[in-house]
């Protein structure tokens, strides 16, 4: 079992920067590929971001391309969403979430732990 923290979140002005945190516990995160995804009110869970295991591969939603960026330290079992110039459409609750596997995944059907979720609100 793995156990996802999100932390991080809050309320920022259009063009700010945050950095959502994602600590595991119970298992070393090295063994897991990691995403984000968020879920903005009225809206279905979508996909932000992934990394592989090792770190080497990333992968972006086009709407995030270029301002967002995911990092991992698997020696603090943690991995990040780093969020620049943020936009009033990318308020959202944001969750992290954990697959055993080597690869980078992007399918939210594909993972299997899940953090409680960190709320991101931007003002215009």
């Known amino acids: 079992q793995v156990q996802l923290v999100e932390s991080g979140g809050g309320l920022v002005q259009a063009g700010g920067s945050l950095r959502l945190s994602c600590a595991a516990s119970?298992?070393?995160?090295?063994?897991?590929?990691m995403g984000w995804f968020r879920q903005a009110p009225g809206k279905e869970q979508e996909f932000v971001a992934a990394i592989s295991r090792s770190g080497g591969s990333t992968y972006y939603a086009d709407s995030v391309k270029g301002r967002f960026t995911i990092f991992r330290d698997n020696a603090l079992n943690t991995a990040y969403l780093q969020m620049n110039s943020l936009k009033p459409e990318d308020t959202a609750v944001y969750y992290c979430a954990a697959r055993y596997t080597a690869m980078l995944v992007t399918s939210k059907n594909s993972y299997d732990y899940w953090g409680q979720g960190t709320q991101v609100t931007v003002s215009s």
């Open positions: 119970g298992r070393t995160l090295s063994a897991y590929a």
